[in-house]
């Protein structure tokens, strides 16, 4: 071998693929989530003979497959039939009653949305789908400002499935009592994969993403192990990317261990990000962290004089602020009702 052999070549790279380390990238086959998306596929199947259906809810840590196993099972069925539209919404993104029906009339191919109020536009959706069926995915659910918008769903859509997706484990008990007794959703929680299925699923997008003899699987492990110890696939990828990076930063063809240790010492800072709190979460922590042990009531006072909302979305930014380790709820019986503390964490203050 040449002295040279080894140094990338300015117009060269390692990535023989890198789009399929992209987090938004769906694989063609999802292993591991068989058993969960035959479950789903079940559960849809009165749909296809125009009988009413399920609804879903899926619980479960970032990173585990809950959006990829949705897609997937959106796309199977769209391949499979027409009879049932799939839509899928991000509640991050469209967080308004107001955008999710914008979003929904865009993809049922109504473009005529300008100038439309809300209910008008329901109307048109209700129009479309009321004569087949739809599975509405949800997806970071627990980020709609409305919760309205699902209770109008399940109200004026007669055959359909809503597919609710979230983190946040106890996001059935912030739902208003008349949605939830229209929703009455299957719930299906979703584990962190094991160690070997983490390796399995990283090794498949390695070998798509870089070229041969670039990645040296004794160094690949450290990623799967770092990967598998988190619990979360996006952070597998997002070192696989980096340590790519990192070789090339070197101008070499070969991945090093230095590169991966690079790469690794970046996760806490790609991990802050997961955590993304909207404007009143984060007004919310400040005021907790200001009066640390004061009742939810007080806490409440202080938010709604702010922001004027319901004791409802309260409690599920609250919830969120929980859901995310950035506070510690204790229970005191005050007068007979049991009465929240808020206290911030420590490493948060
Ligand atoms: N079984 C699998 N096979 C291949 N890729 C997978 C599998 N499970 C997850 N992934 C990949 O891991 C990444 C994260 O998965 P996904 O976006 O579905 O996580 P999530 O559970 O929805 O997380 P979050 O709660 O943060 O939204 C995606 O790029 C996805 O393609
Ligand atoms: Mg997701």
Redesign the pocket.
């Known amino acids: 071998m040449g002295m040279f052999d080894n140094f990338l070549q300015h117009d060269e790279t390692v990535f023989k693929e890198q789009l399929v380390l992209d987090?938004e990238?769906?694989?063609h086959i999802?292993?591991?989530?068989e058993n969960q998306q035959q479950y789903i596929a079940n559960l849809l199947k009165p749909l296809f003979s125009s009988k009413m259906s399920s609804n879903i809810l899926i619980t479960?840590s970032?990173?585990?497959?809950?959006?990829?196993?949705c897609r997937h099972i959106l796309r199977e069925m769209e391949n499979f039939s027409d009879k049932i539209y799939g839509i899928y919404i991000n509640c991050w993104k469209q967080d308004t009653s107001y955008k999710v029906l914008v979003d929904i009339c865009h993809q049922l191919g109504y473009k005529w949305t300008a100038n439309k109020k809300t209910n008008e536009l329901m109307n048109e959706i209700s129009k479309i789908v009321n004569k087949k069926a739809a599975v509405i995915i949800m997806d970071?659910v627990d980020k709609l400002k409305e919760e309205q918008i699902i209770y109008q769903l399940l109200e004026d859509l007669f055959r359909k499935s809503l597919i609710l997706i979230t983190?946040n484990k106890e996001f059935l008990a912030t739902l208003d009592q008349r949605t939830k007794s229209r929703l009455i959703p299957e719930v299906i929680e979703?584990v962190p994969y094991s160690y070997k299925e983490t390796y399995d699923?990283l090794y498949e997008r390695k070998k798509f993403a870089f070229y041969e003899n670039v990645f040296p699987d004794d160094l690949f492990e450290h990623i799967a192990q770092k990967a598998s110890d988190e619990k979360d696939?996006?952070i597998g990828?997002f070192l696989l990317k980096e340590t790519g990076n990192a070789t090339e930063l070197r101008s070499s063809k070969k991945v090093s261990q230095e590169d991966i240790e690079k790469a690794i010492s970046k996760v806490s800072s790609f991990q802050q990000t997961k955590t993304i709190l909207d404007d009143e979460e984060k007004e919310l922590l400040v005021m907790i962290k200001n009066n640390p042990g004061s009742s939810s009531s007080e806490i409440y006072t202080l938010y709604n004089q702010k922001f004027n909302k319901t004791d409802r979305t309260f409690r599920r930014k609250i919830s969120t602020l929980k859901e995310s380790d950035l506070i510690n709820v204790t229970e005191e019986r005050v007068n007979g009702t049991l009465m929240p503390y808020f206290f911030p964490k420590e490493s948060n203050s």
Request: one cysteine or more; hydrophobic letters at 40%; charged letters at 20%.
């Open positions: 987090y990238y769906l694989p999802l292993k591991f989530r479960g970032p990173g585990i497959g809950k959006t990829a196993c970071e983190n979703f699923i696939i996006r990828l």
